[in-house]
């Protein structure tokens, strides 16, 4: 049997286990190469490939914009008008204010209308606006004279009972009167009197000076007074001028 002879210099083919490693290598290369490049795509500005670096820094550097100024002359602050002073009261002050005031002296007549009594009686409130949280009304549709309680209330001028009411809240005990006075309707209204005081009827005749009923503190009342209210064809009117301009002797 001949042997035969080795050739030298040739290499034996690599195992399939070496390839599959090195393979294995250059793909993690080719990956970890791949990202940085994705990376570095991602945070640098496209600009930055483009331009000079130092016109990039520049660039991103916000400018200063000169603000806005306003001068003022002295003369124009030395001609500014002065303001007055003011403060800030309540609705109840501005009432006190423009009530407080206000005289309700008056004379007694004896003509064909008359005051409601033969004597000036004190006046504790008059027609208008006045403090809801003291009152409980926002607007006083009469005139209140405070005699005391017990006193007699007139009529103010002939008429005729029209209504005559014992309630218990709102006017209480009051008595309307209907008047023609100068062509006119007038009615007057006499509130929060005595239960059981006027012996008044509904279409009974009244004369001037004729009795009406007791003051009283019935009804919504806060103390004994006469709640004196005048309409003029139904319209409420302040019964402290009215009478100051009608009452005469």
């Given at each position: 049997?001949?042997?035969?002879?080795?050739?030298?210099?040739?290499?034996?083919?690599?195992?399939?286990?070496?390839?599959?490693?090195?393979?294995?290598?250059?793909?993690?290369?080719?990956?970890?190469?791949?990202?940085?490049?994705?990376?570095?795509?991602?945070?640098?500005?496209?600009?930055?490939?483009?331009?000079?670096?130092?016109?990039?820094?520049?660039?991103?550097?916000?400018?200063?914009?000169?603000?806005?100024?306003?001068?003022?002359?002295?003369?124009?602050?030395?001609?500014?008008?002065?303001?007055?002073?003011?403060?800030?009261?309540?609705?109840?002050?501005?009432?006190?204010?423009?009530?407080?005031?206000?005289?309700?002296?008056?004379?007694?007549?004896?003509?064909?209308?008359?005051?409601?009594?033969?004597?000036?009686?004190?006046?504790?409130?008059?027609?208008?606006?006045?403090?809801?949280?003291?009152?409980?009304?926002?607007?006083?549709?009469?005139?209140?004279?405070?005699?005391g309680d017990?006193?007699?209330?007139?009529?103010?001028?002939?008429?005729?009972?029209?209504?005559h009411s014992?309630?218990?809240?709102?006017?209480?005990?009051?008595?309307?009167?209907?008047?023609?006075?100068?062509?006119?309707?007038?009615?007057?209204?006499?509130?929060?009197?005595?239960?059981?005081?006027?012996?008044?009827?509904?279409?009974?005749?009244?004369?001037?000076?004729?009795?009406?009923g007791l003051?009283?503190?019935?009804?919504?009342?806060?103390?004994?007074?006469?709640?004196?209210?005048?309409?003029?064809?139904?319209?409420?009117?302040?019964?402290?001028?009215?009478?100051?301009?009608?009452?005469?002797?």
């Amino acid at each position: 049997m001949s042997k035969k002879p080795k050739q030298r210099g040739a290499r034996p083919s690599p195992a399939p286990r070496e390839r599959t490693s090195f393979a294995r290598k250059f793909f993690s290369f080719a990956a970890l190469l791949f990202a940085g490049a994705l990376l570095v795509g991602t945070s640098v500005p496209a600009n930055a490939f483009l331009e000079d670096p130092a016109s990039v820094l520049v660039a991103s550097v916000p400018t200063a914009v000169d603000g806005q100024s306003v001068e003022v002359s002295a003369d124009a602050l030395a001609e500014a008008p002065a303001r007055d002073g003011y403060e800030v009261i309540t609705y109840a002050q501005q009432l006190r204010e423009k009530y407080a005031n206000v005289s309700y002296a008056y004379t007694a007549t004896t003509g064909a209308v008359r005051w409601p009594f033969p004597y000036a009686v004190t006046i504790t409130d008059g027609y208008g606006p006045r403090d809801v949280n003291v009152s409980g009304s926002a607007f006083h549709n009469g005139t209140d004279f405070t005699p005391g309680d017990g006193t007699p209330i007139y009529a103010i001028a002939d008429g005729v009972v029209s209504l005559h009411s014992e309630d218990q809240g709102g006017f209480g005990n009051h008595v309307i009167l209907t008047h023609e006075i100068n062509g006119q309707k007038v009615e007057s209204v006499y509130a929060h009197m005595q239960y059981g005081s006027s012996p008044l009827t509904v279409g009974e005749t009244v004369r001037v000076g004729d009795f009406i009923g007791l003051v009283g503190n019935t009804g919504t009342s806060y103390g004994a007074h006469l709640h004196l209210e005048i309409h003029l064809d139904g319209v409420a009117v302040d019964p402290f001028v009215w009478l100051s301009n009608n009452a005469v002797n």
